[in-house]
């Protein structure tokens, strides 16, 4: 009997991952994940940087708390962000609203807290 999950779960990284960045699963896998890119929708935010193949700890995407992101370029406090490539996100409209900034990002790379939609 499988058990019901209430925050964070381990999956296999499909490639190498860096921390707090949005992924999804891999195609025809619940058990393998990989950067979600502009546009697309996630699963989580990874806590570890990781190598191809080893174990990440993925946080689940849900609605009551914070987390850490990685800013694709400069974002306002406040501002809604979207998927940016290798699993950042971006003031940059790019598909649907994925969340709300709570710290403004001055530059690419930067780990931000944000509420996510």
């Known amino acids: ?27 025809g896998s619940g058990t393998q994940v990989e950067y979600a890119d502009a546009g697309e929708g996630f699963i989580g935010i990874t806590a570890d940087k990781v190598s191809q193949g080893d174990f990440v700890t993925v946080n689940l995407k849900t609605r009551g ?6 800013a694709d370029g400069v974002i306002a406090v406040g501002g809604s962000l979207y998927g940016a490539a290798d699993g950042k996100v971006s003031a940059t409209v ?11 990002a001055a530059a690419d790379l930067e780990v931000i807290e944000a509420v996510l939609a």
Not at 65 to 70: A, C, P, Q, S
Not at 94 to 104: F, M, R
């Open 65 to 70: 708390r914070t987390f850490k992101v990685v």
């Open 94 to 104: 790019s598909g649907s609203i994925q969340g709300t900034v709570l710290e403004a």
């Open 1 to 27: 009997m499988s058990q019901e999950n209430l925050g964070a779960k381990a999956f296999v990284a499909g490639e190498d991952l860096e921390a707090y960045r949005r992924v999804k699963l891999s195609a």
